[in-house]
């Protein structure tokens, strides 16, 4: 028991800051991963629902592609693809030089596209739930297309996106393990070079097993809170 | 003959409707133009790139990476779906033990990532492979494959499980009534009455899972499995030629699209009795 606390203590001798940085890392990728992702689903959604033929064809595109490669290929070739690409580019306009692509960005944008492009599926069913009535409605009492959308679609469509959103969520923070591939010091990472310089390799995987295992009891806690609060218009009906 | 002719020649169909250049439009026609663009530059990059050399000799790794992708799915589906049996009657139990056990079993494999799993596995025994050599299993989890199989039977099992005991539960309690009312046992009212009605709900979340499955398992070529993923990777470590990347992903995206479109015949063909 004493190894293994000094094993995870502070400090020169312990692993526990290093890990907690990767915590750190893991938590803020998702998080800064998820207004991007969201946003952009959004948009891809509304275009699925268009009546424009060409948007909806571009989009289903996108999601096509990003729905069809795994994970861990749509990294690597955003990764290792901007490289060559911008290296190629600038090659190109003259100037030679070696980049490296910021590996938290590359992981923001892949997990980001694939995310949205899973959340545009949960907006699409959302909004078709959504009688359009509700549209004429508002359309009615003189609102335009833009507050229509605003103040009588958006909160309804919150609240019935919110179950496969949150689904969402879970599967994003899983899919972050994936960056400590690209070098990224995530819970993966950190605890692999624990693992490696101590030899204690089941310990520290498991560490980061149940890490990854509290993050999403503590998402399944906050989420259950939102979905109280979405749902807080109808008690009692 | 001629009526007909004559008929539609004097019709006057009414004008088209005006198609105003909407922001809609626009951005429609922008957005698909970037994607022929981007189509476009794929296509001429691995045309242009395209070099027989190269792909004699590195040709038949892809279709040796394909096999092994498709083979430890495939065999991990079969393994998880035993597996998930028991675990989805678990999680009916009317018994609290065995229902949290079930639940416990799903919630530790459904909230951690899959590479968390394999790393445990792969790297996390690797430490005890004295113990493992003494009980005579280091054989099996020697062989990064063997890890990679058994990492996934166990996740998909999770997931099945979860399917497979939601499709049961969604079959109204009537149904078990009536069946019990002629007197059929609870056994064959399952098999006969519940469990066909149950896989039909359970179908496109099966296939669902099965993408998911194929698309997972590109993260085994990260524990040196020669996989498509790890026989990309692979080649992309002796040329640093993108295209070993962009072909695999070809590849990726062809089975992922053959495998959507066959379930999607087979779910129509299978509830063709259910359309009105």
Request: some cysteine.
């Amino acid at each position: 028991m004493d190894s293994v606390l000094e094993l995870l203590s502070f400090g020169p001798d312990g692993w526990g800051d290093e890990i907690a940085s990767g915590v750190f890392v893991t938590v803020t990728l998702a998080l800064a991963t998820l207004p991007f992702g969201l946003a952009l689903g959004f948009f891809v959604a509304l275009a699925k629902q268009s009546e424009e033929p060409s948007l909806r064809l571009a989009a289903n595109i996108y999601t096509t592609i990003f729905r069809g490669l795994p994970e861990l290929m749509t990294l690597f070739l955003i990764y290792f693809g901007a490289q060559i690409g911008l290296r190629q580019f600038l090659l190109f306009i003259g100037v030679e030089t070696a980049i490296e692509i910021n590996s938290f960005l590359a992981g923001m944008l892949a997990l980001g596209v694939v995310f949205s492009s899973y959340a545009s599926e949960v907006f699409l069913s959302a909004f078709r739930a959504i009688p359009k009535g509700q549209y004429e409605g508002g359309f009615a009492v003189g609102l335009t297309w833009g507050q229509t959308m605003r103040k009588v679609v958006l909160p309804q469509l919150i609240r019935l996106a919110l179950p496969g959103l949150s689904n969402l969520w879970l599967v994003l923070l899983k899919d972050t393990a994936l960056v400590s591939t690209i070098a990224l010091s995530d819970i993966l990472r950190q605890t692999g070079i624990a693992a490696r310089v101590t030899k204690q390799a089941f310990f520290f995987y498991g560490t980061a097993f149940l890490l990854y295992l509290v993050l999403a009891i503590i998402s399944g806690i906050v989420i259950s809170r939102i979905e109280r609060y979405g749902n807080r218009g109808l008690a009692g009906r | 003959m001629s009526d007909v002719a004559l008929r539609t020649a004097t019709i006057e169909r009414p004008p088209d409707p005006p198609r105003p250049w909407t922001g809609g439009r626009i951005a429609g026609y922008f957005s698909v133009i970037v994607w022929g663009l981007l189509g476009a530059g794929f296509v001429w990059f691995l045309v242009t790139a395209w070099d027989p050399e190269l792909v004699a000799k590195y040709g038949p790794r892809y279709w040796e990476g394909l096999k092994v992708t498709l083979s430890l799915v495939l065999s991990s589906l079969v393994a998880g779906s035993i597996l998930s049996l028991p675990v989805a009657l678990g999680r009916l139990s009317e018994n609290r033990f065995v229902a949290a056990l079930a639940y416990g079993y799903i919630y530790l494999f459904r909230g951690t990532p899959l590479l968390a799993q394999v790393f445990l596995i792969y790297y996390g025994l690797g430490q005890f492979s004295k113990e493992l050599k003494a009980i005579g299993l280091w054989g099996f989890f020697r062989d990064a494959w063997n890890c990679g199989f058994l990492a996934f039977s166990l996740n998909t099992a999770a997931y099945q499980a979860e399917i497979l005991a939601g499709a049961i539960r969604s079959v109204p309690k009537g149904q078990w009534e009536g069946a019990a009312a002629l007197g059929l046992q609870r056994f064959f009212a399952f098999r006969k009455i519940i469990l066909p009605q149950a896989l039909i709900v359970a179908l496109r979340p099966y296939g669902n899972e099965i993408i998911l499955m194929i698309k997972g398992s590109a993260i085994v070529a990260i524990i040196t499995v020669y996989d498509l993923m790890g026989q990309a990777r692979w080649v992309f470590s002796k040329t640093f030629d993108f295209q070993a990347y962009l072909w695999a992903a070809v590849f990726y995206l062809i089975v992922v699209e053959a495998l959507r479109n066959i379930w999607n015949w087979i779910e129509a063909r299978l509830t063709r009795h259910l359309k009105r």
